[in-house]
């Protein structure tokens, strides 16, 4: 019980909830609705007694001449016109109805988008909040709005409920007590109903993002690519069978639950207005209500009753609805971990600000850091010191860390343990913002997108999307130039399979344009990790002169595998398993003839 009253004051919320987002989304609207929805309520029984009026008037008619049947006819017409007020009025709810899903849609859309685009990056890796995520985005749609419509119903059926009830109690109290009794087992048998079905939804989150992966790897054309040449795509179509077929099977036998149970308590809730008619006629053969006013009561009684009903089952709608609405409420309500400083400290700016310094230096000062889904350290106690306007190489076999390093220094990630400086201020005083537009970072997942080259390239600082002059600079920089002249549409040319008259690039043309994107943006920092995996030998080579002689005055932390390249950094930092094990131009490092003289040398012989 007391967990059913704390469920109910959480409906409450939610309804409080979602009126206020409709209240903010367009006020005029919403206040019309209401009192559109007051008039609705008050039509129809003006419409009984009118009806009770007529019935009363004509049964003391003694004859049929327009004369005498002149004020009837007068009421009838009266009624009339009500009852046709009250279908325009029905009407025009529906089409408020929906108006108000679609604006109530727009703005969820919406805040669902902005809420996923300021998560952590930890959250993404973490199963309970996709299971959270998942829950929220396939329902924010529907639910809400639901929850929108359970409200302003509710708040109708109240109201009838309500101006019923004063009509109902005139005749006797006692029948009001009854109406109410009777609908209390329907309730409960809702409840329970409307419990269960989330209980499997909930559980079930986990088999619909398996379902979700599994589905959405036949929308990848990689996968497509795999799925013909291993012929492994019926493997994945059973799993999708299997898991649907699972899913399902819990749902419907809830809903033959809902059926048979929902029945009874239907059955059952009939019962007072079964005696309440017959009591009505007795009192009609004693002559102690006119026909009129036995219509009238009739009429306020089936109103009444299915005013009842209704509530209740918008209550239960409203409860289980709700069941989804606090999960979408948990996950808009969902805290970053990774805290930000709203305002760089004004004693700290000076040394940050773009402008006043072009001189940046980096520091990791004794970090410790292991991956929150993991128990593996990544580092320990790891230092490393990178000067203003050095030009740093970071190799390492796969897995030592050096992406790692890259994300820590963004904060996608926070250390366990230690500090990381930008020209000596701890990087968790400044801004997040501020923090991330001292950087140009390509990483080695990059990612392009089913627009322009234009609109591709501008990506890197979208406030230059008009500045074609720095486009085309930023295009030269990183070989792009040359492939996009070729395109049909040039820089306007869309680019991807996706939509119409698009071309498609080759990957090292799209590693090319995502490198151009970095070029756009005007850091002092540039960060480029595995920037020409995909880049032929004799292009990676132009772009890192341009990248070594134009970008003299900026710090530069790069990662390659290719040693050709990597020759030319002012520095190299050979990683292994979080640990710098060598550290020294590239003479320096051959001299030592250790790890990196080792790598190089194996590379230079395979080519020679
Ligand atoms: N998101 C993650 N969650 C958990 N562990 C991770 C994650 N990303 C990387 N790791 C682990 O952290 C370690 C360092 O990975 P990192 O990506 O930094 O290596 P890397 O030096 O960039 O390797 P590569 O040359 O393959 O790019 C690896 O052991 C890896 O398994
Ligand atoms: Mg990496």
Not at 129 to 135: C, E
Not at 177 to 186: G, R, S, T, V, Y
Not at 492 to 498: E, S
Not at 548 to 564: A, D, E, G
């Amino acid at each position: 019980m007391k967990n059913k009253i704390s469920q109910l004051i959480e409906l409450v919320r939610s309804l409080v909830w979602i009126l206020k987002i409709s209240y903010s989304i367009n006020r005029f609207k919403f206040i019309v609705r209401i009192f559109v929805t007051i008039f609705y309520v008050v039509l129809p029984i003006i419409s009984y007694w009118l009806l009770k009026q007529i019935i009363d008037t004509s049964l003391v008619l003694k004859s049929t001449s327009i004369d005498v049947i002149k004020p009837v006819l007068y009421l009838i017409a009266l009624k009339v016109s009500f009852d046709v007020g009250w279908y325009f009025l029905d009407s025009f709810l529906e089409g408020m109805f929906k108006i108000m899903r679609f604006d109530l849609e727009a703005y969820f859309a919406v805040v669902m988008v902005k809420k996923l685009n300021q998560m952590d990056i930890e959250f993404f890796e973490n199963s309970n909040f996709l299971d959270l995520k998942q829950k929220a985005l396939d329902t924010y749609s529907w639910r809400t709005t639901d929850m929108l419509n359970i409200a302003f119903w509710s708040f109708y059926n109240l109201m009838q409920i309500g101006v019923q009830s004063i009509i109902v109690i005139q005749i006797n109290p006692v029948w009001l007590i009854l109406l109410f009794l009777f609908q209390i087992p329907a309730i409960i048998i809702l409840l329970k109903i409307g419990q269960s079905a989330w209980n499997i939804w909930d559980a079930d989150s986990t088999t619909r993002r398996k379902y979700t992966y599994f589905s959405n790897l036949f929308e990848n054309l990689s996968y497509i690519k795999e799925f013909m040449l291993y012929g492994v795509g019926d493997y994945f179509i059973n799993k999708i069978r299997q898991l649907i077929g699972e899913f399902h099977f819990n749902q419907k036998k809830i809903e033959r639950k809902r059926v048979v149970y929902g029945f009874g308590g239907i059955l059952l809730s009939n019962f007072p207005g079964l005696y309440i008619t017959v009591s009505l006629l007795i009192m009609l053969i004693n002559r102690q209500i006119t026909p009129g006013l036995l219509t009238f009561y009739l009429s306020n009684l089936a109103a009444f009753s299915l005013a009842l009903s209704n509530l209740v089952k918008n209550i239960n709608y409203g409860y289980e609805a709700n069941l989804y609405i606090k999960e979408i409420r948990r996950f808009l309500e969902m805290k970053n971990k990774i805290d930000n400083v709203p305002v760089l400290d004004p004693s700290l700016s000076t040394s940050l600000e773009v402008g006043m310094t072009n001189n940046y230096e980096i520091e990791f000062r004794n970090i410790s850091f292991g991956y929150p889904n993991s128990k593996r350290k990544v580092f320990s106690s790891f230092s490393l010191n990178i000067k203003s306007n050095q030009k740093i190489a970071l190799v390492g076999e796969n897995g030592s860390g050096k992406t790692t390093l890259i994300k820590l220094l963004c904060r996608f990630y926070d250390v366990q343990k230690g500090k990381i400086f930008i020209n000596g201020v701890d990087i968790n005083n400044i801004p997040l913002e501020e923090l991330r537009s001292r950087f140009a970072v390509l990483f080695q997942d990059y990612v392009g997108y089913d627009l322009t080259v234009e609109e591709n390239i501008a990506m890197g600082a979208i406030d230059k999307i008009n500045k074609r002059k720095e486009i085309i600079n930023a295009s030269k920089m990183a070989g792009v130039l040359e492939f996009v002249n070729k395109l049909p549409n040039k820089y306007q040319q869309l680019l991807g399979a996706t939509f119409e008259g698009s071309e498609q690039l080759s990957i090292g043309q799209w590693q090319r344009i995502a490198l151009a994107k970095v070029f756009m943006r005007n850091s002092p920092i540039i960060i480029l990790d595995e920037p020409t995996a995909a880049v032929d030998a004799k292009t990676e080579n132009e772009i890192f002169n341009k990248v070594m002689s134009l970008i003299k005055n900026k710090t530069v932390l790069m990662v390659s595998h290719r040693f050709s390249t990597v020759r030319q950094a002012d520095e190299i930092v050979v990683l292994k398993a979080g640990q710098i094990i060598e550290r020294g131009d590239h003479n320096k490092l051959m001299k030592i003839n250790g790890e990196y003289a080792t790598m190089f040398n194996i590379q230079a012989k395979a080519y020679n």
